[in-house]
Every structure is written in structure tokens, then in C-alpha cells.
Nanobody, 115 residues
Framework: QVQLVESGGGLVQAGGSLRLSCAATGNIFSINFMGWYRQAPGKERELVASTTIGGRTNYADPVKGRFTISRDNAKNTVYLQMNSLKLEDTAAYYC?????????WGQGTQVTVSS
């Protein structure tokens, strides 16, 4: 069992920044994938950014150049640095981790960008 503890969401003005954190606890061995997804009301959940134990990263086109995913392996934690936030970034953000082919999810944290 893997538990994901998220923090960092909140309300921010357009152009501002937020840093999301996701710490994996429990049986954290052999986690080979961690990432961030988001879902806005009435829309499908989409992958925002991801990283693997091998260091590969992936970003959705709308956030390239603005968001950065990073990790601290010693703390089993992944971060999402979000800069130059836009109104369309408003969504519930979910941390995810993959272990042995199973995906674990955080409970979600709301990011709201205002004008």
C-alpha cells in the first residue's frame, strides 16, 4: 500500500506561482513512476507532468516552459513548480504513483487562478 500526501494548492493570481508537493509513504519500494494530473469541471483528467526513476520527464503541451517536475528520491517526494499561472490552469490536481503496475492516487488539491 502506498499513501500519497499532497500539499501546496491554493488560490493565486494570474502570473503567480505555486509549488505542489507529493510525498509517498508506506510501502514505497519499486515505485517507478510519479506524476501530476489535473481535472477541471466538465473535462477529462489529463496528465500534466511525470517523472520516472530513470529521470525521464514528460509535460503536457499547455504547461511546457511554465511548469517543472522534480523529485527528491531520499524523501520519496515529487514536486510541481508552477510559474506564470493562467486562468485555464484552474483545476483539481492529483498526484499519482505507479508500483507493480498499480496506480495510487492522492486525494487531490485545488488550484484556483484568479484575475
Amino acid at each position: 500500500q502506498v499513501q500519497l500526501v499532497e500539499s501546496g494548492g491554493g488560490l493565486v493570481q494570474a502570473g503567480g506561482s505555486l509549488r505542489l508537493s507529493c510525498a509517498a509513504t508506506g510501502n514505497i519500494f519499486s515505485i517507478n513512476f510519479m506524476g501530476w494530473y489535473r481535472q477541471a469541471p466538465g473535462k477529462e483528467r489529463e496528465l500534466v507532468a511525470s517523472t520516472t526513476i530513470g529521470g525521464r520527464t514528460n509535460y503536457a503541451d499547455p504547461v511546457k516552459g511554465r511548469f517543472t517536475i522534480s523529485r527528491d528520491n531520499a524523501k520519496n517526494t515529487v514536486y510541481l513548480q508552477m510559474n506564470s499561472l493562467k486562468l485555464e490552469d484552474t483545476a483539481a490536481y492529483y498526484c499519482a504513483a505507479q508500483q507493480y503496475g498499480l496506480t495510487y492516487w492522492g486525494q487531490g488539491t485545488q488550484v484556483t487562478v484568479s484575475s
